[in-house]
């Protein structure tokens, strides 16, 4: 998370100017003056970008192609990284960190438009088997099941609060960066997530009782499978 | 609207928000939701009741099925990894990448183009005319410009990288990036002689 920090701007009656002195500013400093040191930005974000990629592309084939794609754009394009941080921007906003995912969430737009497809099926598989535990069966098939739940239900949320959850949820981003990310306001982004919890509050709920039976189904689509 | 002009939905999105913060920051969501670990002295302890303070007041305040669903996507939605094996190609692509990058910002004011002289043209020579007779390309009077510098570094650039690569996988470092090197390397196929 970034710090805010005071700095003075150059008017003599001006009020104080807040910039948020980004953590990664001493690496992303580094990969300017040698891209070789890109490395270190690389592996602190890999996961979390390919973590994004896979939630909104559902295949791992597409998840690396946009993640390589991000992390070579933002290689190529560093020189023209610029922290922008204004008050009203909140804390993080403008960071590195919110212009990769910026970059990501270009790169899974162009993914999607060659990954026609978005079968349930695969998104199940591969649940499963990075879940899986073969040393503990009985109580994996239980995390997996709560798993798949909660999987399903944030996969059957509409494009933008899907988005936002994940990002909050998975990659633990703040509020204001996901308004950086996303192009929205602070105010829009925490309403989004709102409601986007409330629709998984009723769509889990709804699906609590019969859930042994629901989730032994080899696949059910859900309102977004079926859009598609 | 509310007296503060704030619609009812914002005002209870701000306090979703407030305990989201609160539940994300904790150290793990089963002791936040139990309160686990609030007695403990050391400094987890402190930020665990910090977290508590504030999700009590926050969660006060929340919508039950907005709460429980919270709990349950931060303890059950998966995060992925991406395969070593991907994660280390790329990180070998990227290093290649670099290093292109430093040798074009090496090269950078040394490239110039060096015209060759033109030839003696014949009277009424047009150069959209077909060839006579003879080789195509030979019929062409006018040789293209030679971009020297950026010619030097386009075939440099793979050169130098298969050579980063290949010095890299040869030292003992215990780096990623070596580790990359090396296991980039191990990935080629021999080659049948």
């Known amino acids: ?228 | 609207m509310t007296l503060l002009g704030r619609d009812v939905v914002e005002v209870d999105a701000l306090v979703t928000d407030r305990y989201l913060d609160s539940l994300l920051a904790a150290p793990d969501v089963a002791s936040f939701t139990t309160g686990r670990g609030a007695g403990l002295g050391n400094a987890a302890g402190t930020a665990m009741r910090d977290s508590l303070a504030a999700a009590a007041a926050a969660g006060a305040r929340l919508d039950r099925g907005v709460r429980l669903a919270s709990e349950r996507l931060t303890r059950d939605l998966p995060r992925f990894h991406p395969s070593f094996r991907f994660e280390e190609r790329l990180a070998v692509r990227l290093a290649e990448a670099a290093a292109a990058m430093r040798l074009a910002a090496g090269a950078e004011g040394s490239v110039r183009l060096v015209p060759f002289p033109a030839p003696e043209l014949p009277p009424g020579f047009d150069p959209l005319a077909p060839a006579t007779g003879g080789d195509a390309d030979d019929a062409v009077p006018f040789p293209r410009p030679l971009i020297i510098g950026g010619a030097m570094a386009a075939s440099a650039i793979s050169l130098a990288g298969a050579a980063w690569v290949a010095w890299r996988r040869s030292r003992t470092s215990g780096s990623a990036m070596a580790r990359a090197a090396r296991a980039a390397h191990a990935l080629r196929r021999p080659v049948q002689g």
């Open chain 1, 1 to 228: 998370m970034a710090r805010p920090v005071f700095r003075k701007s150059g008017a003599v009656h001006a009020a104080p100017r807040i910039a948020h002195l980004d953590h990664d500013r001493p690496l992303v400093d580094a990969a300017r003056r040698d891209p070789a040191r890109f490395e270190a930005l690389y592996r602190r974000y890999v996961a979390p970008v390919y973590s994004f990629a896979y939630y909104e592309l559902g295949n791992h084939h597409a998840a690396e192609d946009a993640t390589a794609r991000t992390f070579l754009a933002a290689l190529a394009s560093l020189e023209r990284f610029e922290e922008r941080a204004r008050p009203d921007d909140g804390e993080g906003a403008s960071t590195f960190k919110v212009w990769l995912f910026q970059i990501a969430r270009n790169a899974i737009a162009n993914e999607r438009r060659t990954v026609r497809r978005h079968p349930a099926s695969i998104l199940d598989e591969a649940t499963a088997a990075i879940i899986a535990d073969p040393l503990n069966v009985e109580e994996d098939a239980v995390r997996r099941d709560e798993a798949s739940a909660a999987w399903r239900a944030v996969g059957r949320l509409a494009g933008d609060r899907r988005r936002a959850l994940v990002l909050r949820f998975v990659d633990e981003l703040s509020t204001a960066e996901i308004a950086g990310v996303m192009g929205k306001s602070e105010g829009a982004v925490r309403v989004l997530l709102h409601r986007a919890l409330r629709n998984v509050a009723r769509d889990l709920g709804a699906r609590e009782p019969a859930n042994a039976e629901t989730d032994a189904l080899p696949d059910t689509p859900g309102p977004r499978d079926r859009r598609r």
